[in-house]
């Protein structure tokens, strides 16, 4: 049963007086419980691809089902509900929220939830006790390394307990060691069923995806092979 | 946690920002309760002050001819003319509104006659006209014996007597101690003598021909003091001189305006100024309000969150602003007017200062609110 369904999705960009085509004609489907890596060169469409799936980017043409919900037929307001309660993005270091600590960060999908304060805290802590920063809870960003606030980034993605995860090159800046933990946690996270997407470039991280999108030109080849 | 407690950790770790938008609240706060307070303490000084100048109510008996008239009050010319008497004087000063008045001048008319001329002679309080008549000058010295007079300045003329002669009314010698200067009204043509002693004279012990009275009106309509009088009076009529209160309530309403729009002018650079520090916030915040809009933050979310710093910026600054401006009005009023009594630190006007900075804080924050919600989500993706 997939869970992600792209129907001839087109993204143009306004380039000048023209149009670019950074996405032309896109079909393809997305069962639950996947762990997809979205590869190929730099310009060709990867983040394009991520955005649009995280109801961030609405297509030129063509539609998107998540869930059987036509995603960009909401409103402003319930895609942005849509996106609270569907999708967990991670963003690279430099998108924590610098004045609020570790913990508050986490914390920030909750903070517009129903959850009364206790539970937002139990489970915000758990999700930072989960990726290993239990003792770092009021630390602010500017006071953690790369590989922790990647690790902020992930807690503040899964609190909420989306069905999927969306990640742009989360180990971009990270050196390999560091890399492969921030790879085990996605792996593990998608080992409860959570559905994983991430751009990377790294070929490192071919053995933890189980399938591969190859981003060329604006057109997607889908491999169940890293190529 | 809440958006409250965002907004809240936002001005308090960045404390350089809060400062200056903190500042600018307290200082526009501070100008404006500065300046309302010193204005109204001035006006009501001023309102006061005019007060004192003279009588605003006028007590007369209800019937009256047109023989001799002293303030469109006539002197009958038969013996039992004083209408009023001493009670209903009194009487006067225990309306609910007793506070209200400063000074009560009760006065008998006799019409008389000297050196073939016929004249009134007025008995008068001294002490109580003095304070009634602030502007009269007098060549000499006001009478306070029985047996001493004031008088106009034309009948003085006509008479021709001067400080020092005698005048003899009604068998009675009387010393003349002072002339009045020219008013170019009744006032001119006058004799004024001790109250009793005309009384006395003229076996009208006990009564009174008309009645002024000098009341603050500043706290209160004075339509309301000249119904109490009445009420106490029944068989009086009770004349508001209007042209008094009229002079009065423009300088008052003069002084008014002049502090609101002053105050307001200053809130309104405020207001400006603060709108102009949160929106270079909210354009230097771009990444972290797209951040949240993409974790699912509403544009309402985002609008709170500006809107609640706003609040937070004015109420604090509120408080600072109304401590301030009032301690500055103090020191103001006493460096300026050192007579005056004390400013008084009430409830009421303190909360209606923090109510309204808080106001002026969630109002600067409308413009920035609305800007920081219209921003995109995807703008944060773009580079990553
Ligand atoms: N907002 C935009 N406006 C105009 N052009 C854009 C915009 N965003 C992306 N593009 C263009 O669309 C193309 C695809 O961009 P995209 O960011 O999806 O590439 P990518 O595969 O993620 O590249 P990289 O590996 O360098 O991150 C690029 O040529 C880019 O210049
Ligand atoms: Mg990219």
């Not at chain 1, 758990?126 to 500017?142: A, I, S, T």
């Not at chain 1, 751009?199 to 057109?219: A, C, M, P, S």
């Not at chain 2, 005019?50 to 009256?64: M, Q, R």
């Not at chain 2, 009023?84 to 309306?95: H, M, Q, V, W």
């Amino acid at each position: 049963m997939s869970l992600i369904k792209l129907l001839e999705i087109e993204k143009n960009y306004p380039d000048g007086l023209g149009e670019f085509k950074a996405l032309k004609k896109v079909s393809v489907s997305i069962d639950s419980g996947e762990f997809i890596a979205i590869t190929g060169p730099s310009g060709s469409g990867k983040s394009t691809l991520l955005t649009i799936l995280g109801v961030l980017n609405p297509p030129s043409k063509g539609q998107i089902y998540i869930d059987d919900i036509d995603v960009y037929s909401l409103s402003g307001d319930r895609q942005a509900d849509f996106r609270q309660t569907y999708i967990g993005f991670v963003f690279q270091d430099l998108h924590l929220v610098p004045y609020l600590t570790a913990l508050e960060n986490v914390l920030l999908p909750l903070a517009i939830s129903l959850y009364p304060g206790k539970e937002q805290k139990k489970m915000a802590k758990e999700v930072l006790n989960r990726v290993g920063l239990g003792d770092k809870y009021h630390r602010l960003p500017g006071k953690l390394s790369g590989g922790e606030k990647s690790r902020v980034a992930i807690a503040r993605a899964i609190v909420n307990k989306p069905r999927i995860i969306l990640a742009d090159e989360p180990t971009g800046s990270l050196d390999s060691g560091t890399g492969n933990e921030i790879m085990k946690l996605f792996q593990s996270l998608n080992n409860e069923g959570i559905t994983v997407i991430l751009v990377t470039h790294n070929n490192e991280n071919k053995k933890y995806v189980k399938k591969n999108f190859l981003v060329r030109d604006g057109l997607i080849e889908v491999n169940q092979k890293w190529v | 946690m809440k958006i409250e407690t965002i907004a809240l950790k936002h001005l308090l770790r960045s404390k350089k920002q809060f400062f200056i938008l903190f500042a600018s609240i307290v200082l526009s706060m501070t100008l404006a309760v500065l300046l309302f307070v010193v204005v109204d303490k001035l006006k009501t000084d001023a309102g006061n002050s005019f007060d004192e100048i003279g009588a605003n109510i006028l007590v007369v008996p209800e019937t009256s001819s047109r023989d001799l008239t002293y303030e469109s009050v006539t002197a009958h010319n038969s013996n039992n003319r004083g209408v009023f008497s001493s009670r209903d004087y009194i009487s006067i000063n225990t309306i609910e509104r007793r506070d209200n008045i400063a000074t009560v001048a009760p006065k008998i008319l006799q019409p008389v006659s000297y050196q073939n001329l016929d004249f009134i002679l007025a008995g008068i309080y001294f002490q109580f006209e003095k304070e009634i008549k602030k502007w009269w000058r007098i060549e000499g010295e006001w009478p306070f014996r029985e047996n001493e007079v004031l008088l106009g300045y034309k009948i003085a003329g006509s008479l021709n007597e001067k400080n020092g002669d005698e005048l003899l009314i009604s068998g009675k010698s009387f010393l003349v101690t002072g002339i009045l200067t020219e008013q170019g009204t009744e006032e001119d043509e006058i004799v004024y003598a001790n109250i009793m002693t005309v009384q006395n004279l003229f076996g009208l012990e006990d009564k009174i021909s008309f009645i002024e009275v000098a009341a603050y009106c500043t706290t209160c309509p004075i339509e309301e003091i000249a119904r109490q009088i009445s009420e106490k009076i029944p068989d009086a009529s009770v004349i508001i001189m209007a042209e008094a209160v009229k002079t009065r309530e423009n300088t008052i309403d003069k002084f008014a305006s002049f502090s609101i729009v002053f105050s307001v002018v200053i809130l309104i650079l405020g207001f400006a100024i603060v709108s102009l520090m949160m929106i270079t916030s909210v354009n230097h915040r771009t990444k972290e309000i797209e951040i949240l809009r993409s974790i699912g933050y509403r544009k309402a979310h985002i609008a709170d969150l500006i809107l609640v710093e706003g609040a937070i910026t004015g109420l604090l600054g509120g408080i600072a602003g109304y401590l301030i401006g009032m301690s500055g009005a103090v020191q103001t009023i006493k460096a300026i007017m050192p007579a005056a009594s004390n400013i008084k630190w009430d409830m009421i006007p303190a909360v209606y200062a923090i109510l309204i900075s808080t106001l002026l804080g969630v109002l600067s924050g409308i413009i920035p609110a609305v800007k920081a919600a219209s921003m995109e989500p995807i703008e944060s993706i773009k580079r990553i």
